[in-house]
């Protein structure tokens, strides 16, 4: 619980960086009043060596007993102000910000831990959970698929009722909480650029789109080749195949409903490149939020877009 609360604030070197100006500071203040605690001295006055308008100078007198008495209360009041506060901060005291808002969240967590176990497409015919899940959607989800859930290229529409990995209910909160990763190979290295404008032509024609009739033939034995142990040998895609391909999470090209666009030039780029998780860049992966949200929550979430495609 500790770790989810940190995550939430800033690293702890800023902490540190603060804590260590402050007490610079303080230390400031005590070598500028211990510097002017000389004592007066018998004689004639003495001046300041600095000279202003040419003939203004001060005396080199010690500070009043008072201010230094004030001063010196000031310092002393800091510094356990900050002890009090605590203005150092401290993992396991139960004072300050940081405490006050585990406190919050450790109450808000148990409300959201009793949805950990229940059935999602059961929470899904609850409006009040769907609301919850809505609102969880909305902070957390539409910075890829948008407000409205519809997403955009490479960020698929959850409203649709068409699903890489499939719709059932546990199955969108399992991709919500272990994420998923895009494992399309690249196939530029393995066939040439005819044969890869084939064969994109020859998926395009799979959903009735407009191709060279030409190529949509010699594109069909490229297709044949390399391509059915994903997408099936009919390019209905891997949840066609049954449950052990499913988690290929190969889509279905022969419905329209198209992740990257469904131009010639896209579907060429797809096979091309491939569409593999790129740690360096974080393409083609939706990140896992099990830990981050904990399962009470992934579990609304999952009720919410569950929701959203049996509307249809």
């Not at 919850?132 to 960020?155: E, V």
């Not at 059932?168 to 909160?173: F, G, I, L, Y």
């Not at 990257?260 to 569409?275: L, Q």
Request: include cysteine.
């Amino acid at each position: 619980m500790l770790d989810s609360i940190n995550a939430d604030f800033t690293s702890s070197f800023w902490g540190l960086y603060v804590a260590g100006l402050v007490t610079i500071s303080l230390l400031v203040c005590v070598l500028i009043l211990v510097l002017n605690m000389t004592s007066r001295e018998t004689g004639a006055p003495q001046v300041q060596a600095h000279t202003w308008d040419e003939t203004l100078q001060e005396y080199n007198n010690p500070l009043p007993k008072w201010w230094l008495y004030l001063f010196w209360g000031t310092l002393v009041f800091a510094v356990v102000y900050l002890a009090v506060f605590p203005g150092y901060g401290t993992a396991n005291d139960d004072r300050g910000a940081r405490a006050e808002y585990a406190k919050e969240t450790e109450k808000f967590q148990q409300v959201f831990d009793k949805y950990a176990k229940v059935d999602v497409a059961a929470l899904a015919q609850q409006p009040e959970a769907v609301a919850t899940g809505k609102r969880l959607f909305l902070t957390y989800c539409i910075q890829c698929h948008g407000s409205n859930a519809k997403g955009s290229p490479g960020f698929p529409d959850l409203t649709d009722n068409d699903w890489l990995y499939g719709g059932e209910a546990d199955t969108v909160k399992t991709s919500i909480l272990e994420g998923r990763a895009g494992v399309m190979n690249a196939f530029g290295a393995v066939l040439s650029g005819d044969e890869i404008k084939d064969v994109a032509n020859y998926v395009r024609s799979l959903s009735g789109l407009s191709a060279d009739a030409a190529r949509v033939q010699r594109g069909e034995a490229v297709f044949a080749a390399n391509c059915t142990v994903c997408h099936g040998p009919d390019g209905k895609g891997a949840a066609s195949m049954g449950a052990a391909f499913a988690a290929l999470g190969a889509p279905n090209l022969t419905d329209n409903v198209w992740l990257y666009g469904n131009s010639e030039a896209k579907i060429i780029e797809g096979v091309t490149r491939g569409r593999n998780f790129d740690n360096r860049s974080l393409k083609n992966a939706m990140p896992a939020w099990g830990e981050f949200l904990g399962e009470g929550k992934v579990t609304l979430l999952a009720a919410y877009v569950h929701s959203l495609s049996q509307k249809k």
